[in-house]
Each structure stands twice: as C-alpha cells, then as structure tokens.
C-alpha cells in the first residue's frame, strides 16, 4: 500500500451561523492550517481528528490501495482529493495526496 499525506490547506469560521445555530461549547477545532499527518496503509494518522477522519477516509484508503480519479478528472493529479471535515461552522479542507 501506498502512504498518504493529509494537509490542512484552509480553515474557516462561521460566526453568524454558530452564533444562530450551536449551542456554546468549551473545545472547538484545533487544527491549524499547513499541520500534516501521514497515513500508512490506510489507517487513521493518531493526531488526526476523528471526525475529520470519517470525512475522508474512503479518499485515504482508495489512494493507499493505487486508486485515484475520483468523479472522472475532478483533480489536476488525479492521485489526490481535498475533502473538507463535517463541521459545517468551522471546516477545516484538506488535500489528501499520495506520497511515494
């Protein structure tokens, strides 16, 4: 299997909606943007957030197995995605490339 490196490429927030919608809370997303992790045969990185994994994680594994070319030429190279966790106040995108 091929390793994976996850970047965070961009992180963003949505005051008004959280303000409107979520209900306060202590701990909130600490990944910064440029942070890496590196999957090795498609296994969750430990430092990675769980629920940033769920988001991604069939991208992961289909590009550790040589798989590629999501939605027929969605990427430049086609052995990568960027996929954004499911936090819908504050994503986090990440681009998810394979790595020899």
Sequence with gaps: MKNVKITAIRKASYPDLMAKYENPIEHTCDISEGASWISMNGEKPHALCQ????????????????????YDGWMKDPHSAMISCNDGFRPVSFYIEVIE
């Design 51 to 70: 629920s940033a994994w769920d988001s991604m994680e069939y991208f992961v594994k289909e590009l550790a197995r040589g798989g590629g070319n999501f």
